[in-house]
């Protein structure tokens, strides 16, 4: 059955002229509800659980193309690896926990303005951005403070 996170996405992407596949369905299935993303051979092996000849080349341009539509974002963790999401509605920035790999999505933007202004005084145009914040989640945090308080 599919979520109707995905239906919705289906639907957008299917105005934007994107095929649906058995392999693109499970791909996003995959990532439905894996909201701190998915490293690609884990999205690849829950894909196969749906579409057992998903191939990696395929899941990877699969990938490329709902990233280059909108409909997954490409999260940098901290530790150098990279995480695939559903992605959000609208212009959005990510919080990166960097101990559990959790990510939150913030909606409001106050970085635009700022990134104008400082492109503009070195000469350049600002076509757009992306900005990820990483620091540790509250769940984290809690852990790390009981830990030192039994030490």
Known sequence: MHGSRTETLWRRLAADGVRRTPQREAILEALDGADGGLAMPTLLARGRRRAPGLGERTAERTVALLVDRGAVD?????DGGTVYRLCGRGHHHHLVC????????LGDCGVADWAVAQAE??????????????GTCAACRALTQARAQAS
């Open 121 to 134: 005084r070195r000469g350049f145009v600002v076509d757009g951005h992306e900005l990820t914040v990483h």
């Open 74 to 78: 490409v999260i940098a963790r901290p």
């Open 98 to 105: 960097g101990v559990c790999g959790a990510v939150a999505e």
